[in-house]
Structures are given as C-alpha cells and as structure tokens.
C-alpha cells in the first residue's frame, strides 16, 4: 500500500485517532500474525461461551493431538458463529434474510466487497454509504452483522474476520435458510477505511432503471445479462417501503398496487416483492411473466426476448434458479476493492479502526 492519504481516509484517521483513548480494543493483527496456531484445535464450538474456555479448552487440544482432526477450525468457527447469529435474527424476523441479502448486494455492487456500507456516517466529517439514497432508511440488518462480528471476536481466537466477510456469510445463510442452495462463501476479503456516497447512487441499479440502464450497471460489474436476471431473484422474499412503491416510475404500472402510504414518504408500510415474502422460490419469476413484477425495474426484464427467456427459464425450473443464483452470489461475492483504496480489518464493523498500521 502507498503511503499516500486521500484526504477523506485522513480525515478520518484523525478522528478516529481523537476516539482511541475512548475505545481500547485488542488489536486483532496480532491475532491475525498466529492465525496458523489454531488449524484444527478448536474445540466442539457448542460447549465454548467465552473466549477464557476457548484458550484453555485450545491449550488441552494441543496436548491431544489426536482428537484434532474432529475438531472444528478456525473457520468452521467464524462459519458456526455468523450462522447462529444469522438464525436467530431470522428466526425472530423473517423479513431480515432479505434485508441481509440486499446489504450484502449493496455492499459488493458499490467498489466491491469492502464492508463499505457498514460504516456510520460521522457528523460534519464523513458520509458513507449508508445515508445514500439507494440505502437511507432502506438498508437494514447493521446490529445482525455487529452481533455476528462480536459472536466470532468472542468465539473464535486468532481469526481475524472482515466485516465484509461476515456479510457475505449472512447473505449466504439468509438465502440457504429461506429455502434457496447454499454455496460455499470464501474468507479473505479485507474492509476498506472509506465508504462512496456518490458511488452507492450511481453504481447500484434502481427500481426505476430500465432494461438499458440495468444491463450497463451490471455490465460495469463483469455480470451477463443471464447473471443479472438471476440476481433479480433476489426478489423473491422480502418488502419494498411504501416510499418506493408509492412513486409511480418505481412500480410497474399493470401490478395495480395500493400504494399503501398512509401519510409521508417516509412512512414504513411495506409491500411484497412477491407472492411469497418469506420463501426463496421461483414465484418471482412466475409473477414477471404473468406481469405482476413489483418494481419497474423487475418488470423491465420480461420486455427484451433474451431477458424475457431467462425469465421464463427460471419460471420452469426452480432448481436451475437457485444453481445459477448461488453462482451469480459467490461471483458477486468476489468483486474486489477499487484499486488503492485503503485497507484493512475492521474491529468494529461500524467504523474504521482507531489505528492501522498494518493497512498504510
Ligand atoms: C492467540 O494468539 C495470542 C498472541 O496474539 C497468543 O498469546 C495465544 O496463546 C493464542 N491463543 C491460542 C488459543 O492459540
Ligand atoms: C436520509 O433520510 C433522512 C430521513 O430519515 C433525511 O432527513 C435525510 O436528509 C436523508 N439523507 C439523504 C442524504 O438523503
Ligand atoms: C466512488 O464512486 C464513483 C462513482 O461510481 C466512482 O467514480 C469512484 O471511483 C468511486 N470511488 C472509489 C474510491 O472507489
Ligand atoms: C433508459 O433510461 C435511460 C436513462 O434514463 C435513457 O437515457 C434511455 O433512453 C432509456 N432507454 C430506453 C430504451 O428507454
Ligand atoms: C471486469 O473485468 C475486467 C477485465 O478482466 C477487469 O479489468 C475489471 O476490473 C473487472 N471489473 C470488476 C468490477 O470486477
Ligand atoms: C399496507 O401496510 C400495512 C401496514 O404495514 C400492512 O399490514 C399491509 O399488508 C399493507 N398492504 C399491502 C397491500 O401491502
Ligand atoms: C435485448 O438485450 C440484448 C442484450 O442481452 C440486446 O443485445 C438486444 O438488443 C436487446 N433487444 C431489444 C429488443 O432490446
């Protein structure tokens, strides 16, 4: 990494050095330096409630070396610890598998997986991503990655994780427990000490796109116009607010919906994105070709024949639907950083760490 700050990363290098007296945490580079240590001796992850039962649990393991083998890893453990969080979030709320599918979509479409969106905005000195209109008051789920993040700290010693992983696994969990496949979610990303207002409203694709625009968006993040139709699924649970389906280039005009809001924009009332909220299914796609698409831009996909087969292919067949869906997920998934932008493993998932040596 160059040496050189932008001027956004050194400001909040400033304010972020004024905030290390507040807030003293461990530094999990050193951790990270023994990551190695802990191959195969983490124990069975149900008996573990604190990190002090995890290291002398750790140190008896390393004297039976035997048992290694049936032991979880380090990562068996990050992976254990998100799911668990994950569960009960959606457990307690079914409408929260969506919201971490469409956080972590909205994480990796704008400079790529970097955590960006899960960076608080701090009065007077930094706004991210999360008060963007594609996001303000929409995007939802940052205390379930939080709870996740604090799960593996106090879980799972000498891993460091990044928040952007930890949101990858959560959309992975959120889709495999509403019924979509499961894939496998590869560790590795890093977290980026900056967020993009601007690019979270010109990079992520809107529900007022039409089919030009939305296949250029996606285009621009390596995807094919089959990979973007695939993606769309991802409306096959959860909710609009009434604030998007309440304006009129939003909605497909034959859906006929209630607008459904009560008094101001800003109002929660929600509407379905398809008939079946909760349930990764294929029922979006039956919806589109018999033009109840929610959204414009969901409508827009049955108006060009190539997008439209693509539709009917998946209308079809559920299961060529979620293969290619968890497919465009681990590729989405895999989008990298924008080029020179700093980075590092956030601590705390909502704001850049006190100091990074290790980043800079
Ligand atoms: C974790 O790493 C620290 C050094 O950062 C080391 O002191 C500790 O023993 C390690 N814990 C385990 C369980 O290996
Ligand atoms: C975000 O939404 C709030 C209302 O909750 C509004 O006051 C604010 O202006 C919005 N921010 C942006 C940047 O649009
Ligand atoms: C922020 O987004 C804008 C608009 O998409 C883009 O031009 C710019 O390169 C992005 N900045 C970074 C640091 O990635
Ligand atoms: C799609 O939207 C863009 C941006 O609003 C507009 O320039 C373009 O003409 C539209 N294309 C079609 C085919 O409607
Ligand atoms: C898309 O692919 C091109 C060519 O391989 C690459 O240069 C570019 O960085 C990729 N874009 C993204 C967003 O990954
Ligand atoms: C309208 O909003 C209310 C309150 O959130 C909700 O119970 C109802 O199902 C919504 N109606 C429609 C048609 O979405
Ligand atoms: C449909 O989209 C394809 C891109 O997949 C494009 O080549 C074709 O021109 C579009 N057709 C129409 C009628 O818009």
């Given at each position: 990494?160059?040496?050189?700050?932008?001027?956004?990363?050194?400001?909040?290098?400033?304010?972020?050095?004024?905030?290390?007296?507040?807030?003293?945490?461990?530094?999990?580079?050193?951790?990270?330096?023994?990551?190695?240590?802990?191959?195969?001796v983490s124990p069975d992850f149900g008996l573990l409630e604190s990190t002090a039962s995890i290291l002398t649990l750790n140190k008896n393991a390393e004297r039976n070396s035997d048992k290694l083998n049936q032991q979880l890893t380090p990562e068996q453990c990050v992976f254990s610890a998100v799911r668990g969080v994950v569960d009960s979030a959606i457990d307690a709320e079914t409408r929260m598998g969506a919201s971490l599918i469409r956080l972590h979509f909205h994480d990796c479409f704008v400079d790529g997986c970097d955590g960006g969106i899960l960076l608080d905005d701090i009065a007077g000195s930094f706004q991210g991503e999360q008060?963007?209109?594609?996001?303000?008051?929409?995007?939802?789920?940052?205390?379930?990655?939080?709870?996740?993040?604090?799960?593996?700290?106090?879980?799972?010693?000498?891993?460091?994780?990044?928040?952007?992983?930890?949101?990858?696994?959560a959309a992975r969990d959120s889709v495999a427990k509403l019924g979509g496949q499961t894939y496998n979610v590869a560790l590795g990303r890093s977290d980026a000490r900056t967020a993009n207002f601007t690019g979270a409203l010109?990079?992520?694709?809107?529900?007022?796109?039409?089919?030009?625009?939305?296949?250029?968006?996606?285009?621009d993040k390596n995807f094919t116009v089959r990979e973007m139709v695939a993606l769309a699924g991802a409306h096959t649970v959860g909710f609009a607010r009434c604030s998007t389906v309440c304006v009129s280039t939003?909605?497909?005009?034959?859906?006929?919906?209630?607008?459904?809001?009560?008094?101001?924009?800003?109002?929660?009332?929600?509407?379905?994105?398809?008939?079946?909220?909760?349930?990764?299914?294929?029922?979006?796609?039956?919806?589109?070709?018999?033009?109840?698409?929610?959204?414009?831009?969901?409508?827009?996909?049955?108006?060009?024949?190539?997008?439209?087969?693509?539709v009917t292919t998946y209308?079809?067949?559920?299961?060529?639907?979620?293969?290619?869906?968890?497919?465009?997920?681990?590729?989405?998934?895999?989008?990298?950083?924008?080029?020179?932008?700093?980075?590092?493993?956030?601590?705390?998932?909502?704001?850049v760490n006190p100091t990074s040596v290790a980043s800079m």
């Amino acid at each position: 990494m160059a040496f050189r700050l932008s001027h956004l990363s050194l400001a909040l290098s400033l304010v972020a050095l004024a905030l290390a007296g507040v807030a003293i945490y461990r530094n999990t580079y050193d951790a990270m330096m023994n990551k190695g240590l802990l191959q195969n001796v983490s124990p069975d992850f149900g008996l573990l409630e604190s990190t002090a039962s995890i290291l002398t649990l750790n140190k008896n393991a390393e004297r039976n070396s035997d048992k290694l083998n049936q032991q979880l890893t380090p990562e068996q453990c990050v992976f254990s610890a998100v799911r668990g969080v994950v569960d009960s979030a959606i457990d307690a709320e079914t409408r929260m598998g969506a919201s971490l599918i469409r956080l972590h979509f909205h994480d990796c479409f704008v400079d790529g997986c970097d955590g960006g969106i899960l960076l608080d905005d701090i009065a007077g000195s930094f706004q991210g991503e999360q008060t963007s209109p594609p996001n303000n008051n929409s995007a939802r789920g940052y205390e379930v990655i939080a709870q996740a993040k604090q799960s593996v700290k106090d879980t799972c010693p000498n891993i460091s994780v990044s928040c952007a992983d930890i949101l990858a696994i959560a959309a992975r969990d959120s889709v495999a427990k509403l019924g979509g496949q499961t894939y496998n979610v590869a560790l590795g990303r890093s977290d980026a000490r900056t967020a993009n207002f601007t690019g979270a409203l010109t990079q992520l694709p809107a529900p007022f796109d039409n089919l030009t625009v939305q296949i250029q968006k996606f285009s621009d993040k390596n995807f094919t116009v089959r990979e973007m139709v695939a993606l769309a699924g991802a409306h096959t649970v959860g909710f609009a607010r009434c604030s998007t389906v309440c304006v009129s280039t939003n909605v497909n005009p034959a859906a006929q919906l209630q607008c459904n809001c009560s008094a101001t924009l800003t109002d929660s009332n929600l509407q379905q994105l398809d008939t079946t909220p909760a349930v990764f299914d294929k029922v979006y796609y039956d919806d589109l070709n018999r033009n109840q698409g929610i959204l414009f831009s969901d409508h827009e996909l049955t108006v060009n024949t190539t997008t439209a087969s693509v539709v009917t292919t998946y209308s079809n067949d559920l299961n060529v639907f979620l293969g290619d869906f968890a497919a465009a997920m681990i590729k989405m998934g895999n989008l990298p950083p924008s080029p020179g932008v700093q980075l590092e493993i956030r601590d705390v998932c909502s704001r850049v760490n006190p100091t990074s040596v290790a980043s800079m």
